[in-house]
């Protein structure tokens, strides 16, 4: 039986699987790798932050994810597939380490925060 989501040091080691694979996506690497060319050491922290906030509550993140992922859609397209994609490589990464309640809310909320973001990236503001 695989432990539940339990505090900060799993959310960074779920995290870190995540973008491991993300990194290495022959559908959705390029975004980050290539497009975005992120800065890992300031995007993993900001991840944990988030992620964390979601689950505990703990209020140390602060950001606009809507506005990031409109700007990488106006420098390179992105689509419903990729999204879906994302969806699916987090919740496999979710599935292959943790099981319980918190690993169920963190797949649901990822789920529907995915689904908004597409909808707010996608659909254009004119
Ligand atoms: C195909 C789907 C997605 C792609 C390609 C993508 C890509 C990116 C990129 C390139 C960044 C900026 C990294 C940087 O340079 O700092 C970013 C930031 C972020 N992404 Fe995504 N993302 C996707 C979906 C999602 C989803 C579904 C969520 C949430 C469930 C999410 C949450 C975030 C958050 C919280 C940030 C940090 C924003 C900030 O505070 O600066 N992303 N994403």
Do not use: Q
């Not at 959705?28 to 964390?52: Q, T």
């Not at 809507?66 to 106006?74: A, K, P, Q, T």
């Not at 397209?77 to 879906?84: A, D, L, S, Y």
């Amino acid at each position: 039986m695989k432990k539940d989501i339990k505090d900060r040091k799993d959310i960074e080691h779920l995290v870190n699987a995540f973008y491991d694979k993300v990194k290495n996506d022959d559908v959705i690497g390029y975004l980050f790798n290539d497009v975005a060319r992120v800065n890992w050491g300031e995007h993993l922290p900001k991840m944990y932050n988030f992620w964390e906030n979601i689950l505990f509550y703990t209020g140390n993140y602060s950001g606009s994810p809507m506005i990031v992922h409109r700007e990488l859609h106006s420098k390179n397209t992105m689509t419903k597939e990729h999204f879906n994609h994302w969806n699916h490589l987090f919740n496999e990464t979710v599935d292959s380490m943790f099981e319980g309640v918190k690993a169920e809310e963190i797949k649901s909320r990822a789920t529907n925060i995915a689904a908004v973001m597409m909808y707010k990236t996608l659909t254009p503001i004119d």
